[in-house]
């Protein structure tokens, strides 16, 4: 459980990175881009590519990977 604590923090530090406050003369605060946040390689790999892969890719892959080692379990326990 730490493990995917310390990881998901560890992942999302480039959100917190990625832009920042901004206080305007009129005395309102506004959200502005970064360096980091305006390169489009950043995006491209961070938000489109890794987030895919962490968010969708992992999950779908490991529930089959657990269901189809549960499935050849059952059977081969079956067939003794």
Excluded: K
Excluded at 8 to 31: A, H, K, Q, T, W
Excluded at 36 to 51: I, V, W
């Amino acid at each position: 459980m730490v493990a995917v604590v310390c990881l998901s923090i560890l992942f999302n530090i480039p959100r917190y990175l990625d832009d920042y406050v901004v206080e305007r003369s009129d005395g309102s605060m506004m959200i502005a881009r970064t360096d980091l946040g305006n390169n489009s390689t950043f995006q491209l790999l961070y938000a489109g590519l890794f987030y895919y892969i962490v968010i969708y890719a992992i999950p779908i892959v490991l529930l089959a990977a657990m269901t189809y080692r549960r499935l050849i379990f059952a059977l081969f326990s079956s067939i003794e």
